[in-house]
């Protein structure tokens, strides 16, 4: 069965500080991997994913993450947090898709970035 | 575009009452997801849907939940006898279809049930 972990449940910041949110998952298949943001009251958005191809995938708003096959990670990064960037960041695993692509998330990490 | 959207944003249940949660899907979306966020989890899978058609009910906790999508668009969550460890956001997913993908699953607001 897949699942994910998020290793660390609040990760506090000061603004213009780097960022990196663990994640780590475990597959006995192909993997899609994701980085969906929650705002507060808000539904979930996609930040960025990993389909296939190259292991580094970026954001539009300065948010990266490595796919890491020997270690089972996808960490989140961005070298320069900003306010804007206070919300709950959740970590999903997809199943495959031929069997409905069902999306297995972990506990998230929310993500406090003070001034 | 309109994106997907849920009714009602926050749902008030006192234990044993019977709800029904709806989602509107992105038009033309043929796959629909139902997952379930307790306060400081994760989501979690429910149940999904191609269209009409119930293709895993494998995340539903107990027979008292039920999904319906009689048309293949707007959906239906009811929880029947509501107890309080129902209460949590329940989140409402379409795309465009799961064959051949991956294909981006775009989240509605949720609907915050909360059962006294």
């Known amino acids: 069965a897949q699942s994910v972990t998020q290793l660390d449940s609040q990760v506090p910041v000061f603004e213009e500080a780097p960022v990196e949110l663990r994640c780590n998952y475990s597959s006995s298949v192909s993997v899609y991997l994701f980085w969906y943001v929650q705002y507060p009251n808000q539904g979930l958005q996609l930040l960025l994913k990993y389909l296939s191809g190259s292991t580094l995938v970026k954001s539009i708003n300065g948010f990266e993450a490595e796919f890491n096959k020997s270690q089972t990670s996808f960490h989140l990064r961005k070298p320069s947090v900003h306010i804007s960037d206070t919300a709950e960041y959740f970590c999903?695993?997809?199943?495959?898709?031929?069997?409905?692509?069902?999306?297995?998330f972990g506990q998230g990490t929310e993500l406090s970035v003070k001034p | 575009g309109a994106g997907v959207s849920q009714s009602p944003r926050y749902k008030v249940a006192k234990r044993g009452q019977d709800v029904a949660l709806r989602c509107d899907p992105i038009s033309g979306h043929v796959s629909l997801f139902w997952y379930q966020q307790a306060l400081g989890q994760g989501p979690e899978f429910l149940t999904y849907?191609?269209?009409?058609?119930?293709?895993?009910k494998s995340g539903l906790p107990s027979d008292r939940f039920f999904a319906e999508r009689p048309e293949g668009s707007v959906s239906t969550l009811k929880i029947q006898r509501t107890q309080q460890e129902d209460s949590a956001v329940y989140l409402c997913?379409?795309?465009?279809?799961?064959?051949?993908?991956?294909?981006?699953?775009?989240f509605g607001p949720g609907t915050r049930l909360t059962v006294t």
């Open positions: 997913a379409s795309s465009l279809r799961t064959s051949g993908g991956p294909y981006e699953q775009y």
């Open positions: 849907f191609q269209n009409e058609a119930q293709l895993d």
């Open positions: 999903a695993v997809s199943e495959p898709y031929n069997q409905g692509g069902k999306l297995i």
